[in-house]
């Protein structure tokens, strides 16, 4: 079974820079896509940015060029950098698999970005 903890979120101003961390527990993270989701309030939850076995990335239209998805796979661990924030972006931030483990969604960690 898969456990996942994010962190890293925060309040930052528009144009400002966080480096979000998903520490992941089970065997599977070193075969497996990962993504990191994003859920704003009163909106459903969707994916963001996702990164697979082997380093290839994805990205939403409406983070490309401003969020940078990475892993360990030593570490167990996925990063999300994101860059030139926007208030658009504030939304709780989880990370799972890709395609999602509908149990292994962890607490996802807040950010916020004020204008």
């Known amino acids: 079974q898969v456990q996942l903890v994010e962190s890293g979120g925060g309040l930052v101003e528009a144009g400002g820079s966080l480096r979000l961390s998903c520490a992941a527990s089970?065997?599977?993270?070193?075969?497996?896509?990962m993504g990191w989701y994003r859920q704003a309030p009163g909106k459903q939850r969707n994916l963001v940015a996702a990164?697979?076995?082997?380093?290839?990335?994805n990205y939403a239209d409406s983070v490309k060029g401003r969020f940078t998805i990475s892993r360990d796979n030593a570490k167990n661990t996925v990063y999300l950098q994101m860059n030139s924030l926007k208030p658009e972006d504030t939304a709780v931030y989880y990370c799972?698999?890709?395609?999602?483990?509908?149990?292994?969604w962890g607490q996802g960690t807040l950010v916020t970005v004020s204008s």
């Open positions: 799972n698999t890709d395609p999602p483990l509908p149990d292994a």
């Open positions: 089970g065997s599977i993270f070193s075969i497996s896509a």
């Open positions: 990164i697979t076995s082997r380093g290839t990335t």
